[in-house]
Each structure stands twice: as C-alpha cells, then as structure tokens.
C-alpha cells in the first residue's frame, strides 16, 4: 500500500509539473513606457523622457523612437541579442520583430510605447533559468531602414520580480491589469564617442610605434 501511495505521489508531482510547465508556456508580459519616465544623463543631469529625446544629441533627423525589452541571463551568451516577441490584436505574435521595438506615439491622450493597456510580449519561455533570466527595457531610435541605436536602458529585472504583470493568456482588451512600467532610465553615451576614443588610441599607438622605429 505504501508503495502504491509513493507511485500515486509521483504521478500528481509530475502532472502539477506539466501543468505549471504548460501555464508558464503562455505567459504574457504587459510592459509599457509613459511620460512619467525620466533619463539620467552621461553629465549626472536627469532630464523627462520627452526632454531627452528632443535634445540635440540624442534627436536624429528622419527617425522615430521605440522602446523593446532584451532578454539577458540565463543561457544567453555575453553579446547575444535577445528580445521579447510582440503581440498585435487580430494578428498574433510577431515573432523575431522584437528587436524593432514598438514606436511612442499618442493614443487617445496617452504618449508613450504601448500605452495605456502595456504591450503583450511572450515570456513564458524565460521562466526559469540559471542564473535566473532578467528584462531590460531599452530606448532606441530606428531610422526608415530599421537601423536601431540604443539611447537608454531600465535597470535589469528579474523575472521572479515581474509575477504582477505576467499573465497567461493574450487578450485584445485587456483592461485593467498591472502594466510594467519602468520610470528610471540611464543614458547611453553616444557611440561617435566610443568610436573617437578607440581611433585616438589607435593614432597614439601608431605615433608611438613611429617614435621607437
């Protein structure tokens, strides 16, 4: 009897297990970015998220802004670009489109990416992982080529962290359901400037070389 109790045991654990397994592959993450953000700039400044994208150093001619969440930890590689798929209403998941962000725009008063009900990503595949999986949201601007560049990134969240705004299954009015949205972004310097320094060891060196000739 005991024996049978054990095996009996064993079979609810696994069922409970394929059942979490299951509802995990559904997740939906509702993310959004509003107004209410605010950037710290590279000079310790803070400035609103409107603010910063209008400055002369961030704002490029013939592009728009986007916000998209890149995936990080687990078994992704240093460098590895991963980012969460999106869901469009009466169209599904736009799988491997992640990478271009959802563009701000205005919404019946709203301004922001995804406002006011959050955008639905899949993140049912990033439950579990060690080390854990974590989100970034990340601020870029894409030009009419789908170039991106990275202008601003949240903080890294756990996905432990976010069971508040995950839910299982997609919904074409969600109503009102608890949206991720990150408030605190930290400016990334422009990429000129990286590029500058590395030609200017690049000269120095060679000087260098040209002196111990």
Known sequence: ???????????????????????????????????????????????????????????????AYAARVRVTGGGIQD???????????????????????VLFSDDSGYWGAGVPTGNQSPSGDYSAG????SFIVELGNIDSNDNWT????SAATAY???GDYIHQ??????????VWTPSHFTAVPEPTSGLLTLIGFAFLALRRKRKGA
């Open 1 to 63: 009897m005991r024996l049978l109790f054990d095996r009996l045991a064993l079979v609810a654990a696994a069922l409970l297990t394929v059942g979490v397994s299951s509802a995990a592959e559904n997740d939906v993450l509702y993310w959004m970015v509003d107004d209410s953000a605010s950037v710290k700039r590279t000079d310790g400044t803070t400035a609103t998220i409107s603010d910063y994208f209008a400055s002369p150093d961030v704002a490029v001619s013939g592009s």
């Open 79 to 101: 460098g590895q670009d991963v980012f969460l798929d999106l869901y469009t209403p009466k169209h599904g998941v736009d799988e491997g489109n992640g990478e271009y962000g």
């Open 130 to 133: 060690t080390p854990e999986f």
């Open 150 to 153: 990275t202008v601003a990134t």
């Open 160 to 162: 432990s962290s976010l």
């Open 169 to 178: 299954t997609f919904d074409v009015n969600p109503g009102q359901v608890a």
